[in-house]
């Protein structure tokens, strides 16, 4: 069982940037030996693919929503991921999850029903 908490969440305003982190427990390598992404739930909404990262390279797939402001990112001496966002819009306001995956690759992470394992969430709000 693959634990994941996310931290960084907070409310910003509108073109400000965070940095969301997810740090893995149980396994020193997770973060190299998942495919590792990052969804997000507004209320009322579906939860929504925003990144996922290859567990062997950088390769990386992006939600069309985020795509070319958010950057996902691994540092696997920490077992950590990190989702760094800028140009952040009041569209962005949900909760962002961190989720692994032992086996599909980051382009198959965009329906959330098949991935295997999740965080809590941390909340992200950003005012206009």
């Known amino acids: 069982q693959v634990q994941l908490k996310e931290s960084g969440g907070g409310l910003v305003q509108t073109g400000g940037s965070l940095r969301l982190s997810c740090s893995t427990s149980?396994?020193?390598?997770?973060?190299?030996?998942?495919?590792m992404g990052w969804f997000r739930q507004a209320p009322g909404k579906e939860r929504e693919f925003v990144a996922a990262i290859s567990r062997s390279s950088p390769m990386s797939v992006y939600g069309n929503a985020v795509q070319g402001r958010f950057t996902i990112s691994r540092d696997g001496a920490k077992n950590t991921v990190f989702l760094q966002m800028n140009g952040l819009k009041p569209e962005d306001t949900a909760t962002y999850f961190c989720?692994?995956?032992?086996?599909?690759?980051?382009?198959?992470?965009?329906?959330?029903?098949?991935?295997?394992?999740w965080g809590q969430g941390t909340q992200v709000t950003v005012s206009s």
């Open positions: 989720v692994a995956d032992r086996s599909l690759p980051p382009a198959a992470m965009t329906a959330p029903g098949q991935i295997d394992f």
């Open positions: 149980e396994y020193t390598d997770t973060v190299t030996t998942y495919a």
